[in-house]
Structure formats: structure tokens, C-alpha cells
């Protein structure tokens, strides 16, 4: 009923009635309000919407129907022939980014969310900044609100240097039909054949090892191989979409060798294809776990559809564990609609951790130790519905324990929710959780 309410709330067409009806009685500063709500609520409707029918667990994570049906629904192949490496905490993945942006021959792409003025920002600048002037071609595209804060010193570093920096969606009010949709991708794709992605932008907070409040908790992978390619298409498709310019070519697209044993599928999910193919995944996995589901995501926002499939994988017998950040959580509104829903998985027996020591920001899953994700993508109605995202997909029991074994890590360093301690939280919190209710579908 609650979700009933607040999407009606939501809706534009009650707001518009309000608005016409202050015409009709010369109210116009109700006509006005009303009408400005109106086109706010029209421009933030969600652009896709969960799926309500066939989540069964017919067949499990291990069977053929698994994997040709994720590939099917998200009309995303696995390709084979990639090396991957999973990449924990700045002091791993920021160094392998440089080494491989330092190697480049032809060509670099980059897609960012967050790129932020600092040392981490200087260092990669002054890096693209030195291939551009080798006869490298580098191409930026930044968010025009993720990456507002990157500072005059780095994009004089860039542009003086030839890099071509492009903003993706900017504010103005011939794009206010699309404000809303943001690229959150993370992307960093060296001569169309090595990629990095995962929950890491460019910024000083992402250093170190996640030692304390100032070194954020957070996972890349590395890929080389055919895998990359669906990264440099998605990159190719915005950059077309803000400049004009249509990529194409050996120097982006280049005939790939097999670098390594695994079998991969990088989906791309964007609002213009109107369903979130990560969310489909998200959903597909989780109804044909069988053993366990370990998410760790720092917002953790799950609609009806997914509180109704993860409670139902707790009832089947599944070990489900749901990793989330906690006090230093850098999103007010996630974070508090998150504790909202803590109940219904507590009551199902479902497995809560908070993790305290930083922000924890890595966006990944590992289903039965076989099957696991990472990526960009939040569970969240904004990175299922609003955002250009990316996630890499990956079916291997080696690579599925070893992402097993970090979560159990990460977990030891976690403060575990009692069902009991929920229910005990103050009038304050309870009324925090429902101002940030109202907007569960903008977080």
C-alpha cells in the first residue's frame, strides 16, 4: 500500500489535475506549484520497470538453461577467450590502470562518473596527457554532474595536451527531458582490448587499501580479450550521442586473440532500451541460486519484485547474505531506505552485515561460489531504471570462490544486524526512513 501511495504521489497526472483545477478557481500559486510538480514527476518516472511475472527457479545456476537464458534475455552473448583479474582496494587498481594507460598504442576511452580534482585526477591526467602527446588518441567522456568537481588543473593538463574531453548530458533546458539519466559507468579501455571496470571512479578517496574513513572500500576487474568489446561499443554509442563523432576502426575495434581461459558476458544497461539487463540478471541469478547469495552493494534499495525473490530463496533453504554500507555511507537518502527494508529479510532469516571501518562501494555478487558479477550498477531503482551502467559476468568456480572468500572477509569486518536491534530503533531514525520513503525511487 505504502509503495501504492508513494508512486502515486509520483505520478505526474494527479499534480497536472491540481494544477488545472487552481486555473479554474484562480488559485495561481496552487496552479503553478501543482504544474511545476508535475513536470518534475513527469521528467524522474523511472525509464524501466522489474519484471513481475516468470522469476521461477525451474532450473539452478549450474544447468546449460542458466546461462543460454541470462544470454537470451539480456540479447548479451558469453564470449570466450578473456584473462580477467579481480582488483581489491586503490593500491591495487589504480596502479594497473596507470601501467596499462602507459602502455597504450593507439588508442584510450574512457567513460567516467566520477572524476574529481586531486592527486589520484593529476596523476591520470598527467598520464593521458603524456600518451596524447606520443600520437596516442585519448577520448574522456565525464558525467556533467558525477564529474562537475574535476578542477581547472586537470582539464588544462587534458585539453592543452590534445585528450578530447566530452561532458556526457549536460544541463540545459533542451535536455531537461533527460536530466535524469546519468552515465554511472566506470570505464577505462586501452587499444580496444584491455578494459577495466567495476565501482572505482577517479578520485583521491578511492587510494590506499581501505584502512580507514579516507580509503574507500572498493573492487575493479582487469579484462583482455573479446569481452572488452561491448565496453568500447557502449562508450562508442554515448561519445556518438554528445559529439557527433562516429568511432570506428582497428584502433577501437581490433581483431582479438585469445588472452586467457575464461568465458565472459559484459552487459550494458541503459534506460533507452526501457529494462535494465543487469536487473534481469540480478533476478535470473538469484532465482536459480541453490546454495548461496552474497551482495555486496552499498546502496541497497530492492523493490517488492526483489524482496519477494530474495525472501523466497531464503525459504528454499539458501544461504542469502546481504552486504551494505553503513554509518560512513556517503548517500543519506540510500542509506536510510535501505535500514527501512532491513525487516522483511530479517524476519525471513536473510543475513545483514554493515560495513563501518569505511565506505564500502564495491557493486558485486557471487551466486553458489560459480557465478558472479561486477560492476557499476547499484541495487537501486536509479542504476536499474536511470543510469548507463556496465557489469562483467563471469562463470567460473575458481574465480566464483575467490570472490566468495573476499566477501567472508569483508564480513568479518562488518557489524551483523539483529532482527531485534531493528526493531528496537528510535522515533528519530523511523522518521528519518520516511522522509527518505518519498524519494526510494530517485535514490
Not at 577467450?81 to 597504450?104: H, Q
Not at 577495466?196 to 580507514?212: E, L, S
Not at 519477494?308 to 548517500?331: F, K, P, Q, W, Y
Not at 543519506?332 to 536473510?350: C, D, F, K, M
Request: hydrophobic residues 40%; glycine residues 8%; charged residues 20%.
Amino acid at each position: 500500500m505504502w509503495a501504492r501511495l508513494r508512486r502515486l504521489l509520483w505520478s505526474w497526472w494527479p499534480w497536472a489535475l491540481l494544477s488545472l483545477w487552481g486555473v479554474t478557481t484562480d488559485s495561481l500559486g496552487w496552479s503553478l506549484g501543482a504544474g511545476a510538480v508535475a513536470v518534475l514527476a513527469y521528467l524522474t518516472t523511472p525509464a524501466a520497470l522489474p519484471p513481475r511475472y516468470g522469476l521461477s527457479h525451474e532450473f539452478d545456476i549450474e544447468s546449460p538453461e542458466f546461462l543460454t537464458t541470462i544470454a537470451g534475455a539480456s540479447s548479451t552473448p558469453f564470449v570466450d577467450g578473456n584473462a580477467i583479474e579481480l582488483l581489491n582496494n586503490g593500491d591495487e587498481f589504480y596502479p594497473s590502470m596507470l601501467d596499462a594507460i602507459n602502455s597504450a598504442r593507439v588508442s584510450i576511452t574512457i567513460e567516467a562518473y566520477i572524476y574529481w580534482a586531486g592527486e589520484v585526477g593529476l596523476q591520470f591526467a598527467q598520464a593521458l596527457a603524456d600518451r596524447c602527446r606520443s600520437g596516442v588518441t585519448v577520448k574522456i567522456l565525464l558525467d556533467a554532474i558525477g564529474s562537475a568537481s574535476i578542477g581547472k588543473d586537470i582539464l588544462e593538463t587534458l585539453e592543452d595536451s590534445g585528450c578530447q574531453v566530452a561532458w556526457y548530458n549536460p544541463i540545459h533546458w533542451y535536455t531537461l527531458g533527460r536530466f535524469n539519466n546519468r552515465t554511472h559507468r566506470k570505464s577505462l579501455i586501452i587499444d580496444g582490448h584491455t578494459a577495466f571496470t567495476g565501482g572505482a571512479g577517479i578520485a583521491d578517496h578511492w587510494r590506499g587499501d581501505a584502512r580507514g574513513p579516507d580509503e574507500w572500500r572498493d573492487m575493479q576487474v582487469r579484462i583482455e580479450g573479446p569481452a572488452v568489446r561491448p565496453l568500447q561499443a557502449g562508450f562508442a554509442h554515448n561519445w556518438q550521442q554528445t559529439t557527433g563523432e562516429l568511432l570506428s576502426g582497428a584502433a577501437y575495434y581490433p581483431s582479438i586473440e585469445s588472452r586467457g581461459p575464461f568465458s565472459a558476458q559484459t552487459l550494458m544497461s541503459s534506460p533507452e532500451s526501457g529494462g535494465s539487463t543487469v536487473r534481469i540478471m540480478y533476478y535470473l541469478s538469484i532465482v536459480c541460486a541453490r546454495k548461496s547469495i552474497y551482495i555486496a552493494n552499498p546502496y541497497f534499495i530492492p523493490d517488492a519484485v526483489a524482496i519477494e525473490t530474495l525472501i523466497d530463496a531464503r525459504r528454499r533453504g539458501i544461504d542469502v547474505r546481504i552486504m551494505v554500507s553503513g554509518d560512513r555511507n556517503d548517500n543519506w537518502i540510500a542509506r536510510q531506505n535501505s535500514v527501512r527494508l532491513y525487516g522483511p529479510l530479517l524476519e525471513a532469516g536473510i543475513e545483514v552485515f554493515e560495513y563501518d571501518r569505511t565506505m564500502l562501494h564495491q557493486k558485486t555478487m557471487v551466486v553458489d561460489g560459480v557465478w558472479l558479477t561486477i560492476g557499476t550498477t547499484n541495487f537501486d531503482n536509479r542504476s536499474f531504471a536511470h543510469n548507463e551502467e556496465s557489469n562483467v559476468c563471469v562463470f567460473d568456480h575458481r574465480m566464483g570462490e575467490q570472490l566468495h572468500l573476499t566477501f567472508l572477509e569483508d564480513q568479518a569486518q562488518c557489524e551483523h544486524i539483529e532482527l531485534e536491534t531493528w526493531r528496537r530503533r528510535g522515533v528519530w531514525q523511523r522518521a528519518q526512513e520516511l522522509v527518505a520513503a518519498l524519494f526510494e525511487e530517485q535514490a
